[in-house]
T-cell receptor
Framework: DAKTTQPPSMDCAEGRAANLPCNHSTISGNEYVYWYRQIHSQGPQYIIHGLKNNETNEMASLIITEDRKSSTLILPHATLRDTAVYYCIVVYFYGQNFVFGPGTRLSVLP | DVKVTQSSRYLVKRTGEKVFLECVQDMDHENMFWYRQDPGLGLRLIYFSYDVKMKEKGDIPEGYSVSREKKERFSLILESASTNQTSMYLC???????????FGDGTRLSIL
């Protein structure tokens, strides 16, 4: 069973922030939230991950709610090259099996 | 940057053939993984390995085997290819259990 729920598709204007939501209401205390994206005909690309604190790197920011039941991936200034399918997944602390659901298809529009 | 290289981007084989898919990583990662990706089904784990000569079954190991003789190389073997094994195959590696997995660009395998 999927551990995360994401909207199937979203649009974002180029140059604007893209905010991608993810619901993981059954997450347990020792599970991380990971985000990946997959551009057509390429393998999934790691973006960011976190446990309970907000995280930021050169690609994106991850905001996790205090109850950890949902999170938001923020691409601060979306470009056309950010058009991809974005996957939010929940991974046990020592887990090996990354289970990818259908994700959110983000279209960045000029 | 981590580099995970899969030997072929596209491969066409016939039913009953023995098929080898190769994957190499250059970051001295302990863990390596094989997934298949099918429309509507997401990624499904076939096998993974956490050390040389070690292997663990994933969610869909039937019809597949793996080999890891060297740390940097993980091979997926289709013992007798069937049409339902037509898919995109993705290899990944990670340093330790909960560290990010890094993926190759995949092999699109067609079994005729």
């Amino acid at each position: 069973d999927a551990k995360t729920t994401q909207p199937p598709s979203m649009d974002c204007a180029e140059g604007r922030a893209a905010n991608l939501p993810c619901n993981h209401s059954t997450i347990s205390g020792n599970e991380y939230v990971y985000w990946y994206r997959q551009i057509h005909s390429q393998g999934p690309q790691y973006i960011i991950h976190g446990l309970k604190n907000n995280e930021t790197n050169e690609m994106a920011s991850l905001i996790i709610t205090e109850d950890r039941k949902s999170s938001t991936l923020i691409l601060p200034h979306a470009t056309l090259r950010d058009t991809a399918v974005y996957y939010c997944i929940v991974v046990y602390f020592y887990g090996q099996n990354f289970v990818f659901g259908p994700g959110t298809r983000l279209s960045v529009l000029p | 940057d981590v580099k995970v290289t899969q030997s072929s981007r596209y491969l066409v084989k016939r039913t009953g053939e023995k098929v080898f898919l190769e994957c190499v990583q250059d970051m001295d990662h302990e863990n390596m993984f094989w997934y298949r990706q099918d429309p509507g089904l997401g990624l499904r784990l076939i096998y993974f390995s956490y050390d040389v000569k070690m292997k663990e079954k994933g969610d869909i190991p039937e019809g597949y085997s793996v080999s890891r003789e060297k740390k940097e190389r993980f091979s997926l073997i289709l013992e007798s290819a069937s049409t339902n094994q037509t898919s995109m195959y993705l290899c990944a590696s990670s340093f330790r259990g909960n560290q990010p997995q890094h993926f190759g660009d995949g092999t699109r395998l067609s079994i005729l």
